[in-house]
């Protein structure tokens, strides 16, 4: 049972344009929504959050949007640089429960062209 | 500096042997957790523990087992009964609040 769920798994852009990705939830306990950023033989790293309150949280080129009614969310990077390439995921957290532990998404390979 | 340390990065193992995988964090968290990365699958969660001596199975614990004797250390044992094990192991830490810092991974390979 996939809980997170990224649908493309890859995804190309041209650098300057805007890059969106795209995740859904079907665990409507699910409050806290993150996403990580991953590069080859690596642990993830931080990139942004959201709560589950709000329906927009930014932080420089990055910005994510929450639908909780769809029980979709989207991270646009804008503009998209090489750098960003990568793989991102989608992670969520349910309140509450024992450890909060987040549910991962299987990824999306980002490659931003130059 | 603080983090998470993962070792060794590169892991070869026999069949039918258990090897261990080494996590040591310096961030004074009381939260760790132990991943499995393999391609398409996103990461998958195999064991926790929210305080010294205690832990919790994942999703996908079978296979493995953990312990918690030290707040700074978690370590995964990848036994024999783990039908496979080749994959990508990340170890992760929580602050109090949602902040997840993961180490650089242990990449286990059965030959």
């Known amino acids: 049972d996939q809980q997170v769920k990224q649908n493309s798994p890859s995804l190309s852009v041209q650098e300057g344009r805007i890059s969106i990705l795209n995740c859904d939830y079907t665990?409507?306990?699910?409050?806290?929504f993150l996403w990580y950023k991953k590069y080859p033989a690596e642990g993830p790293t931080f990139l942004i959050s959201i709560s589950s309150i709000k329906d927009k949280n930014e932080d420089g080129r990055f910005t994510v949007f929450l639908n909780k009614s769809a029980k979709h969310l989207s991270l646009h990077i804008v503009p998209s640089q090489p750098g960003d390439s990568a793989v991102y995921f989608c992670a969520a957290s349910e309140k509450g429960t024992s450890g909060s532990r987040l549910t991962f998404g299987e990824g999306t390979q980002l490659t931003v062209n130059p | 500096d603080g983090g998470i340390t993962q070792s060794p990065k590169y892991l070869f193992r026999k069949e039918g042997q258990n090897v261990t995988l080494s996590c040591e964090q310096n961030l004074n968290h009381d939260a760790m957790y132990w991943y499995r990365q393999d391609p398409g699958q996103g990461l998958r969660l195999i064991y926790y523990?929210?305080?010294?001596?205690?832990?919790q199975k994942g999703d996908i614990a079978e296979g493995y087992s953990v312990s918690r004797e030290k707040k700074e250390s978690f370590p995964l044992t990848v036994t024999s009964a783990q039908k496979n094990p080749t994959a990508f192991y990340l170890c992760?830490?929580?602050?109090?609040?949602?902040?997840?810092?993961f180490g650089s991974g242990t990449r286990l390979t059965v030959v």
């Open positions: 665990n409507s306990m699910f409050d806290y």
């Open positions: 523990s929210q305080i010294v001596n205690d832990f």
């Open positions: 992760a830490s929580r602050d109090p609040g949602y902040g997840y810092t």
